[in-house]
């Protein structure tokens, strides 16, 4: 499948710091036996016997990187805003203790959420504002548009220590489905008449959980972080 803009920031590399050693080895793992199987399949003069193995073991690479339905059942509703979906993680993975998770929402109508399905990442003023950026500029969707734009513009101007751009995880549609599903009974009746979950979204933002602080950080800081969140 070919790669577009929009989905260029979705590989994030950083997301691998949130990874346990084992999950590490896991991957490795299913990356040597990928390599193997491509190996094998260039160097078989034309045997396609491998092609099995090579399909599998993409499949797995992948899937070691998705959330996906089974993963659903740990992410419980905290709240929303116009465009967003907030959930939290409340199982056992180390990857994402501590860790909530931002999911795109859509309008259940055409005309019921104006604004909140706009793919113009970028208007032509900000295009020229933020040209030197060429990350941000070359996004084509608004919402990866607005994780750049942290990620290169204010975490450099506030330092990485007071800034969480987050990462785009990459999510499956029955992941999607199955939340929807949860958390639908908690969210308010206004919200759900009007909206739902994105399932044609193949990704959501993961970042830190900022209510979770130790002592002596601002409650501004706070108030700040959670009213950028939810927008």
């Keep these: 499948m070919a790669m577009d803009d929009s989905h260029s920031s979705l590989f994030n590399l950083g997301i691998l710091d949130t990874l346990t050693q084992d999950e590490l080895h896991e991957i490795l793992d299913s990356y040597d036996a990928f390599c193997n199987a491509t190996q094998s399949l260039l160097g078989g003069a034309g045997d396609l016997s491998y092609g099995a193995q090579f399909v599998s073991h993409v499949h797995t690479l992948f899937m070691e990187l998705t959330l996906t339905e089974q993963d659903a059942a740990h992410w419980v509703y905290i709240g929303e805003g116009a465009a967003n979906i907030v959930v939290s993680y409340t199982g056992s993975s180390p990857s994402y203790i501590g860790k909530v ?17 706009n793919t113009i990442a ?4 900000e295009r020229l504002i933020w040209k030197e950026v060429h990350e ?4 084509s969707d608004k919402e990866n548009a607005g994780q750049l734009y942290v990620d290169h ?3 450099p101007l506030l330092g990485s220590k007071y800034v969480d751009a987050g990462s785009h ?3 499956t549609k029955e992941f999607l489905m199955t939340v929807e599903k949860n958390v639908d009974s908690q969210r308010p009746a206004s ?6 979950v994105d399932k044609q979204c193949d990704f959501a933002l993961l970042m830190s959980d900022h209510s979770i602080f130790p002592q002596g950080i601002e409650t501004l800081a706070l108030l700040l972080t959670i009213s950028l969140f939810f927008i």
């Design 136 to 139: 941000l500029i070359s996004s």
């Design 153 to 155: 513009v204010m975490k």
């Design 122 to 125: 970028l208007s032509p003023h």
């Design 191 to 196: 919200r759900v008449d009007v909206s739902q």
């Design 169 to 171: 995880i990459l999510v």
């Design 101 to 117: 998770m931002r999911i795109r929402k859509s309008p259940r109508k055409a005309s019921a959420l104006p604004g909140v399905r």
